[in-house]
T-cell receptor, first 115, second 110 residues
């Protein structure tokens, strides 16, 4: 079974631009969560989507947005990029079910560098 | 104060040593506890998860949860150089949103 797939693996952008990252969850997983990982702040939760609806949201500005498609694939968008947005962006998916929904499987991430 | 505090490390041990990795937490609503391993330039890989207080063993790895003390641990027996990585504890109270520790970097020297 294929794991969580994130594309692209690396991105270089300049300040002010916008970027879209893509995530394909494990087959059968309908919940997709996004995290930002930086050396200073660690792993921080951005948002979670389930059945094309945002179910949870972290404490990030509105420049960070996402969506989920009917096939459970998800995209994350960051507008008006800032230098501080440079990070590894991780996508995680999970099954539904009392225990399973808490167990997340991660992709390899997209490393974004903002110049 | 962070909801999850993890022993910062770094930790360096000789091959074959027993390793203890620890996290404390403050949110009583956390119900599920996970340990992830992350190699450089890779995403976190799920190692183990537990729900209740007690021990759970999987090969050389043992996860321990003490809800009364709000303390979790991961023990690695007979550590190998291939265990060298950053270990992250994670906890959930609300499905789909995990709160992570900052990670402990482990180096196992041959």
């Amino acid at each position: 079974k294929a794991g969580v797939t994130q594309t692209p693996r690396y991105l270089i952008k300049t300040r002010g631009q916008q970027v879209t990252l893509s995530c394909s969850p494990i087959s059968g997983h309908r919940s997709v969560s996004w995290y930002q990982q930086t050396p200073g702040q660690g792993l921080q939760f951005l948002f979670e989507y389930f059945s094309e609806t945002q179910r949870n949201k972290g404490n990030f500005p509105g420049r960070f947005s996402g969506r989920q498609f009917s096939n459970s694939r998800s995209e994350m968008n960051v507008s008006t990029l800032e230098l501080g947005d440079s990070a590894l962006y991780l996508c995680a998916s999970s099954l539904e079910g009392r225990l399973a929904k808490n167990i997340q499987y991660f992709g390899a991430g997209t490393r974004l560098s903002v110049l | 104060q962070k909801e999850v505090e993890q022993d910062p490390g770094p930790l360096s041990v000789p091959e074959g040593a027993i390793v203890s990795l620890n996290c404390t937490y403050s949110n009583s609503a956390f119900q599920y506890f996970m340990w992830y391993r992350q190699y450089s330039r890779k995403g976190p890989e799920l190692l183990m998860y537990t729900y209740s207080s007690g021990n759970k063993e999987d090969g050389r790895f043992t996860a321990q949860v003490d809800k009364s003390s709000k303390y979790i641990s991961l023990f690695i027996r007979d550590s190998q150089p291939s265990d060298s990585a950053t270990y992250l504890c994670a906890m959930t109270a609300n499905a789909g949103k995990s709160t992570f520790g900052d990670g402990t970097t482990l180096t196992v020297k041959p």
